[in-house]
């Protein structure tokens, strides 16, 4: 199996994902779709690590799984702040700044 | 694998290869201020609440100017052509150098917006964080005197990521201090005392579309790394001076990448969480922000466009001319339509952005000395307009809209002169800075042979020129409302901030020429 099909796999995942963040209503599923773009991101490393025979490509997908994790605190913290405040999580609902 | 392991029992095991300790001469100014940041985790938890704030304030303000001493320092024996630290994932040239001074002077004033607690009792920020907007427990937390001391490291860690950022060698070291600078702010944006729903959202917003930004870079990194085999500058810059390899990963990845930094930078049209956030987040973090960020990711953009892509420019730059007349555009647009001074000094932002990329993507070095100083101008600028702001209140907080800052001449005639200067600044009026750092810019433009983009960015400083000067004729020419705003008298530190901005804002407007040869001190290594 060529590791193409793994870039175009991840690719495709990687738009999936920007699709989701950009059609999605629900602030948690937003966020899950960006965790879904950093996760294509890291298939296309590990991919582009096995063509290239460079082991820095797995190094970086470490990297980037670190960063996630960091990521979902603070997100995780920011969208409870504002869910406990209004009881919903709708990214529509966020509304009061505008123009 | 067995001929391998034969093979491997034969021979002696091969001597350890000696791991020398990387020289810090070059980097200390990073570790103060990080190490700070973690010395300000621990006051956190370990010194009892009242005693928090003098301690933070105390430490940030002494690592802030302990990293400039090292960096002033450092610079009477730096070598002029920059050196290679961490095993050559960062940088240490001129340009960081000059960027790091700016972001240490910068920050040490917004800094002092930070830690004010005279204009807001208890100062900007909210008491407990985990407190419900609206309830009870929050209504009596607006006049408690204490204030959410974390947002001093979280200051902290945010500079030092700036700090990182500008000076990154490779990609992922770029990206790991993008996070480092983003993930502080978006915390610090949702912090603010009064209108705790609007900062919330401005936080959410900001980490949502923060986020987003940061996956496009991380893609972009990815396919980079797939077309060069590494993610260090100058390997992508050698792979694509000449190859046989897929010009797809090149473009698309450099796209994808620009798209992220570009974000961080509030280029229009990548600037749509800008005014939200610099209108709800607390005023001394939107100044912090507004100043700071715009240094460390032009920073950024500079050396990814001058090291990595400068052989392919040919194909890049007609893109990015593009979007420096959307953002100047969008910019002076918008700006004439807003009613809040806050979002106002925001579409200002964004149309400035538009400036620096024009100098940005003059790939020469006077582009590149111009663009500093036009960075080190403005933030100084932004700074001080924030610090204004703060100042202008009523009794549910700060009086933003521009209705409210009518007649404010015959309030406060000096705060009413004070911001005149800094929109006069921002306006790009000679004798100030502003119309310095436009000057090199355009003209390390036309150098360049970018005539008609210049001319498109002097039609957009003329029309943002108008909407500056409606502010003034509204303080100057108009009758106050009877429960119009209060100016509130600024304590030590604000004052401080303020007065510092204002004088490097007249400084650089009167007598430039030494932080244009600083700026000028020389290119990024490419190595």
Request: with cysteine.
């Amino acid at each position: 199996m060529t590791p193409t099909y793994y870039l175009l796999l991840s690719a495709l995942l990687f738009t999936i994902g920007a699709v989701g963040v950009l059609v999605r209503r629900n602030a948690i599923v937003v966020f899950m779709c960006i965790e879904l773009m950093l996760n294509a991101v890291n298939l296309t490393l590990v991919t582009f690590a096995r063509i290239n025979g460079d082991l820095s490509g797995q190094v970086m997908a470490f990297f980037v799984m670190v960063v996630a994790a960091a990521e979902v605190v603070v997100g995780l913290a920011i969208i409870m702040s504002i869910f406990r405040t209004r009881r919903t999580a709708s990214v529509d609902d966020s509304n009061l700044l505008k123009y | 694998m067995s001929t391998v392991l034969l093979l491997a029992q034969d021979q002696p095991l091969p001597p350890t290869p000696k791991v020398e300790a990387p020289p810090l001469t070059a980097i200390w100014p990073i570790l103060i201020v990080l190490g700070a940041a973690c010395v300000g985790v621990l006051f956190e938890a370990f010194l009892p609440r009242h005693q928090r704030w003098p301690a933070q304030v105390v430490l940030t303000l002494l690592a802030v100017v302990g990293a400039g001493l090292q960096l002033a320092f450092y610079l009477t024996d730096a070598p002029a052509a920059g050196e290679l630290a961490m095993f050559g994932t960062l940088a240490v040239d001129r340009p960081a150098l000059f960027l790091w001074g700016t972001l240490l002077a910068l920050s040490f004033g917004a800094v002092l917006l930070i830690a004010d607690r005279s204009v807001e009792p208890g100062g900007a920020f909210v008491a407990t964080a985990a407190i419900r907007p609206g309830t009870l427990q929050d209504r009596a937390q607006v006049t408690a005197t204490g204030m959410q001391t974390e947002v001093f490291p979280l200051t902290l860690f945010a500079l030092g990521g700036m700090m990182i950022f500008c000076s990154a060698n490779d990609l992922l070291t770029m990206f790991i201090a993008l996070e480092v600078l983003s993930l502080p702010l978006y915390l610090m944006c949702g912090l603010a005392r009064r209108r705790r729903l609007l900062s919330q959202e401005a936080a959410v917003k900001y980490f949502l579309l923060g986020a987003f930004a940061s996956a496009f870079f991380l893609y972009g990194l990815a396919l980079l790394y797939g077309y060069a085999g590494s993610v260090r500058l100058s390997d992508i810059a050698a792979a694509a001076a000449g190859t046989d390899r897929s010009d797809t990963l090149l473009f698309a990845g450099m796209a994808l990448l620009i798209v992220g930094l570009l974000f961080k930078a509030s280029v229009g049209p990548f600037h749509t969480w800008t005014p939200d956030v610099y209108q709800g987040a607390p005023t001394p973090v939107t100044a912090f922000m507004a100043a700071c960020t715009k240094v460390a990711a032009f920073g950024g953009i500079l050396r990814v466009l001058q090291v990595a892509f400068e052989a392919t420019s040919w194909e890049w730059r007609s893109v990015l001319w593009g979007v420096a007349i959307v953002s100047m555009i969008i910019g002076a647009v918008l700006g004439l339509t807003q009613t809040d001074v806050k979002r106002m000094i925001a579409y200002s932002s964004v149309a400035h952005a538009g400036f620096l990329l024009v100098g940005a993507i003059a790939l020469t070095e006077k582009g590149l000395s111009a663009t500093l100083f036009y960075l080190l101008t403005y933030g100084f600028t932004t700074l001080a307009a924030f610090g204004v702001i703060s100042l202008v209140r009523d009794s549910s907080g700060e009086a933003t809209h521009l209705s409210q800052w009518a007649g404010l001449a015959k309030r406060s005639p000096l705060v009413a002169g004070v911001f005149t200067f800094i929109l006069l600044a921002l306006a790009g009026i000679p004798l100030t800075s502003g119309f310095v750092g436009k000057f090199v810019v355009f003209e390390a433009a036309l150098a360049d042979g970018m005539a008609p983009l210049v001319v498109i960015a002097l039609v957009a400083s003329a029309v943002a020129a108008f909407f500056y000067l409606r502010v003034i004729v509204l303080m100057y020419f108009s009758e106050p409302a009877a429960d119009g705003p209060t100016v509130t008298v600024p304590g030590a530190f604000t004052t401080a901030a303020i007065t510092l901005s204002v004088v490097v804002t007249l400084l650089l407007g009167i007598a430039p020429a030494f932080a244009l040869d600083w700026a000028a001190g020389g290119v990024f290594a490419i190595r």
